[in-house]
């Protein structure tokens, strides 16, 4: 019977296989006709060029002066936020929480705080320049083949990327599976492993209770029964279905362009989740067995690693590391975001650089919104990230509960237990599907920017704006395609965020030395920042060289 199962699970692997590549086939057939059919029909004189520079004299446009009006022009740093909540802060800030306790808070707040700096200057070059980041890489000087060598290694940190929205779209998958099962084997896979993860809940209540020693036996005893039963059942395929199945919709609504509706959606869903995390944290203090002490907040602000033996797994650090390189704005965003400046229009609005004194007045205005908007989306993830890190220390390290593998979302799920109880796991749920979704959806997209500008310097095309944004609408599709059967493929959906997140920390030093580049070589002498924001820029570089030196070493001594 188990054989059985287990074979059938593979038939269905390759089926939705077969049907994810026959949509990404199906979308781009579509495409290729929809680019004929433009291709043929006349273009009327007098229309304005829909691919103008951005710095185009039509577009130029005084920043706005006050709080409010400021307020209304911001929104890159509020999109990077809504993609990154759902793989750097949920999974792998709460999984470093869960290995090493209360240890290495301060490395998560770093994590937050150092790259903002690099992230203002790419802006800060793009709305100078009107030019694309990886445009601007590719300008750096340092050996080439056919493009510089820092874009081949975004090309390998971008395939590691596509593992990590296969990550994020498992999740999902995970989350609907528990939600609602497909199969009748996958509600009774649901039944078992949920019994187990309530078990070694109440066990670790009892032990916070100084209960006896019969009690823990007992719990100990059904823990072992559980998990031998849980080791001759195969996973249940339920996740690969809902993950396949949001892959082609999210494919679907990327490719004709409903973005703008599922992105307002997502980000409140996003902000009312993070909200209920950090009220989750705060109504913990109520309960005496999971409340969260002041020495151990000590403890994580004390700038210091976690001792041998304190930490549920054998290389924590290697875990925080990895989470290091992605949560925040991680290097996939600090590229990315340049991209949505442009797309806001800050570029456009600024104007062609000309050196007049109207063209200073204008770049400084704009550069004080890109300023708030990056600082004050900084303030917000920075909470959130926080919140999550001492939510899966104060409980899923103190019950002894690490997420991983197939068990990720339903073990992330018992953070909200002491709080929400039998509530907990549909509250959960529901904020899962909501953060995950926003970032899988929102990462399509932006990656999509960067892809298709890729495409143009490596000379697979024209690279042409018309062409670009031709190739944007394919990829956007194709992407969360590709996701999906990497996930279907390796199903440890833990493990392809984390090898995302160490990708990204080794980029990390790259960019720092990118943006004192930018800083000292490409910057305008009018806009030009003073010694303390230098200090800022060297600061983070250094930073993150000890980061992405450290991550080596940890994957060879892992």
Same mark, same amino acid.
């Given at each position: 019977?188990?054989h059985?199962?287990v074979?059938?699970?593979?038939?269905i692997?390759y089926?939705l296989i077969?049907i994810?590549?026959?949509?990404a086939?199906?979308?781009?057939?579509?495409?290729?006709d929809?680019?004929m059919?433009t291709a043929?029909?006349?273009q009327a004189g007098n229309?304005?060029d829909a691919?103008a520079?951005?710095?185009?004299d039509?577009?130029?446009t005084e920043?706005?002066?006050t709080?409010?009006?400021?307020?209304l022009?911001?929104?890159?740093?509020?999109?990077?936020?809504?993609s990154i909540?759902?793989?750097?802060?949920?999974?792998?800030t709460?999984?470093a929480?869960?290995e090493?306790?209360?240890?290495l808070l301060?490395l998560i707040i770093?994590g937050c705080?150092?790259k903002?700096s690099?992230q203002?200057?790419?802006?800060?070059?793009?709305?100078?320049?009107?030019?694309?980041?990886?445009?601007?890489?590719?300008?750096?000087p340092?050996p080439?083949?056919?493009?510089?060598?820092?874009?081949w290694?975004?090309?390998?940190?971008?395939?590691?990327?596509?593992s990590q929205?296969?990550?994020?779209?498992?999740g999902?998958?995970q989350?609907l599976?528990?939600?609602?099962?497909?199969?009748?084997?996958?509600a009774?896979y649901?039944?078992?492993?949920d019994?187990?993860?309530?078990?070694?809940?109440?066990q670790?209540?009892?032990?916070?209770?100084e209960?006896?020693?019969e009690?823990?036996?007992?719990q100990?005893q059904?823990?072992?029964l559980l998990?031998?039963?849980?080791e001759?059942?195969p996973?249940?395929?339920?996740?690969?279905?809902w993950?396949?199945?949001l892959?082609?919709?999210t494919a679907v609504?990327l490719?004709?362009g409903?973005?703008?509706l599922?992105?307002v959606v997502?980000?409140v869903?996003?902000?009312?989740f993070?909200?209920?995390?950090?009220?989750?944290?705060i109504?913990?203090?109520?309960?005496?067995?999971w409340?969260i002490?002041g020495?151990e907040?000590?403890?994580?602000?004390?700038? #210091?690693?976690?001792p041998?033996?304190a930490? /549920?797994?054998?290389?924590p650090v290697?875990? =925080?590391? +990895? $989470? %290091?390189?992605?949560?925040g704005?991680g290097?996939?965003e600090?590229?990315?975001?340049p991209?949505?400046?442009?797309e806001k229009?800050?570029?456009?609005?600024?104007g062609p650089?000309?050196g007049t004194a109207?063209?200073?007045?204008?770049?400084?205005g704009?550069? #004080?919104?890109?300023?708030i908007?990056?600082? /004050?989306?900084?303030v917000?993830y920075?909470f =959130?990230? +926080? $919140? %999550?890190?001492l939510?899966?220390?104060?409980?899923?390290?103190?019950?002894?509960?690490?997420?991983?593998?197939?068990?990720?979302?339903?073990t992330?799920?018992?953070?909200?237990?002491?709080?929400f109880?039998?509530w907990?796991?549909?509250?959960?749920l529901?904020?899962a599907f909501a953060?995950?979704?926003?970032?899988f959806?929102?990462a399509?997209a932006g990656? =999509?920017?960067?892809?298709?500008d890729?495409?143009?310097l490596?000379g697979?095309?024209?690279?042409?704006?018309a062409?670009?944004?031709?190739?944007?609408?394919?990829i956007s599709?194709?992407?969360?395609?590709?996701?999906?059967?990497v996930?279907i493929l390796v199903?440890?959906?833990?493990?392809?965020?984390l090898a995302?997140?160490?990708?990204q920390a080794?980029m990390?030093?790259?960019l720092?030395?990118?943006?004192?580049y930018?800083?000292?070589?490409r910057?305008d002498?009018?806009?030009r920042?003073?010694r303390?924001w230098?200090?800022m820029?060297w600061l983070?570089?250094?930073?993150f060289?000890?980061?992405?030196g450290?991550?080596?070493?940890?994957?060879?001594w892992?």
């Open positions: 019977m188990l059985k199962e074979a059938h699970g593979e038939k692997e089926k077969a994810l590549c026959d949509t086939m199906s979308l781009c057939l579509i495409a290729e929809s680019d059919q043929k029909e006349p229309t304005r691919t520079s951005p710095g185009s039509s577009f130029a920043p706005p002066k709080l409010g009006a400021t307020l022009k911001l929104g890159p740093g509020m999109i990077i936020a809504g909540v759902g793989s750097g802060e949920l999974i792998a709460t999984k929480g869960a090493a306790g209360f240890w301060w770093i705080v150092i903002v690099t203002i200057e790419f802006g800060r070059h793009a709305i100078t320049w009107g030019q694309t980041p990886l445009k601007a890489l590719n300008g750096l340092g080439r083949v056919r493009v510089n060598w820092l874009l290694y975004w090309l390998i940190m971008t395939a590691t990327v596509i929205q296969g990550g994020i779209v498992g999902v998958g989350a599976a528990i939600t609602r099962p497909i199969t009748k084997y996958g009774e649901n039944r078992v492993h019994e187990l993860v309530k078990a070694r809940i109440e670790a209540v009892a032990r916070t209770r209960a006896g020693s009690e823990i036996s007992k100990q059904k823990i072992d998990t031998a039963q849980i001759w059942m996973e249940s395929g339920d996740a690969c279905l993950a396949a199945l892959a082609v919709v609504l490719y004709f409903r973005y703008r599922i992105q997502a980000t869903l996003v902000s009312i993070t909200l209920v995390t950090i009220m989750t944290l109504m913990l203090q109520a309960k005496p067995e409340a002490r020495h907040l000590a403890r994580g602000l004390s700038f #210091r690693l976690p041998a033996g930490a /549920l797994a054998a290389n290697a875990t =925080a590391l +990895a $989470a %290091f390189g992605i949560i704005v290097a996939a600090l590229i990315m975001y991209y949505w400046c442009l229009g800050y570029a456009k609005f600024t650089r000309d109207q063209w200073t007045r204008r770049a400084r704009w550069l #004080r919104v890109l300023h908007d990056a600082w /004050l989306s900084m917000l920075t =959130a990230t +926080a $919140a %999550f890190y939510l899966g220390a104060a409980v899923l390290w103190r019950a002894a509960l690490n997420p991983a593998k197939g068990e990720m979302i339903r992330l799920s018992q953070m909200y237990v002491p709080v109880g039998a907990a796991q549909p509250v959960f529901c904020g953060v995950l979704y926003s970032t959806f929102v399509a990656n =999509a920017h960067m892809v298709a890729a495409l143009g490596f697979l095309t024209d690279g042409s704006e062409t670009r944004l031709k190739w944007v609408r394919r599709a194709i992407w969360p395609l590709l996701a999906a059967v996930y199903r440890r959906p833990t493990a392809m965020v995302s997140g160490t990708a080794i990390l030093p790259m720092g030395a990118a943006a004192l930018f800083r000292y070589r910057s002498r009018n806009l920042p003073g303390l230098d200090g820029l983070s570089l250094a930073g060289a000890i980061i992405a450290w991550s080596l070493v940890s994957m060879v892992r």
